[in-house]
């Protein structure tokens, strides 16, 4: 069964609007969360790495005002999209782990939520 | 920029065939090397993974082959089947100072001719 629980799995929203993304981890604590974003028939491109109780870390031309994270516990991070406009319509991921490092724990990814902005 | 390069973009093969992909990397202190594989709509599943320190592992029909030196690794599928139609990510990362925040390819779509 699925490991890492992403919700809604597609969500419509009008343009101005924001959206909440919801990434749990279903039997194991995630000290860190990764989210993803992936536009039709390409790779996914790390938007930014969440750790409990710890500010986001945004990669390169990710607007942190726009795509607001949350890991407020050790098993729930949220992505926000912020006042949404049809160019953020896309497959938006997340990934999990008990890390590897410690625990030698592998990856989990969600099975995405499809964002589409009208 | 594309920190791992991956190839070919997609591939036929028919069934019973052998599917071969292969990424290259720039980056040394990678460390850790995975294979996921997506159908539509859905999240990517870790397939098999390598580390640095061995050439080759086998799990079931993939196998991953790894050349340290020429920077290069490659996912090899056997006995192909229809149900293996998907697209096939490679990934890298430098496990000991970021667990996990991996490097995708650009993928490859996989499709088996029954």
């Known amino acids: 069964g699925a490991v890492v629980s992403q919700h809604p799995s597609w969500v419509i929203c009008k343009s101005g609007t924001s959206v909440k993304i919801e990434c749990r981890s279903l039997?194991?604590?995630?000290?860190?969360m990764f989210w993803y974003r992936q536009f039709p028939k390409q790779s996914l491109m790390l938007m930014a790495t969440?750790?409990?109780?710890?500010?986001?870390?945004?990669e390169q031309g990710v607007e942190k005002d726009k795509f607001l994270i949350n890991h407020a516990s050790l098993t729930l991070s949220t992505l926000t999209v912020t006042s949404a406009h049809p160019e953020d319509s896309s497959f938006y991921i997340c990934?999990?782990?008990?890390?590897?490092?410690?625990?030698?724990?592998?990856?989990?990814f969600g099975n995405g939520t499809r964002l589409t902005v009208t | 920029q594309q920190q791992v390069k991956q190839s070919p973009q997609s591939l036929i093969v028919q069934k019973g065939g052998i599917s071969i992909i292969n990424c290259a990397y720039e980056?040394?202190?990678?460390?850790?090397f995975p294979w996921y594989q997506q159908f539509p709509g859905k999240g990517p599943a870790l397939l098999i993974a390598?580390?640095?320190?061995?050439s080759e592992k086998k799990e079931g029909r993939f196998t991953i082959s790894f050349n340290k030196s020429a920077k290069q690794f490659s996912l090899h599928i056997m006995d192909s089947q229809p149900g293996d139609s998907a697209t096939y990510f490679c990934?890298?990362?430098?496990?000991?100072?970021?667990?996990?925040?991996?490097?995708f390819g650009a993928g490859t779509t996989v499709t088996v001719r029954a």
């Open positions: 990934s999990s782990s008990a890390g590897f490092s410690t625990n030698n724990s592998p990856l989990h």
């Open positions: 039997d194991f604590q995630a000290t860190t």
């Open positions: 969440s750790n409990e109780g710890s500010k986001a870390t945004y």
């Open positions: 980056n040394t202190a990678f460390d850790y």
């Open positions: 390598i580390r640095p320190d061995v």
């Open positions: 990934a890298a990362s430098i496990m000991v100072f970021s667990d996990y925040k991996l490097s």
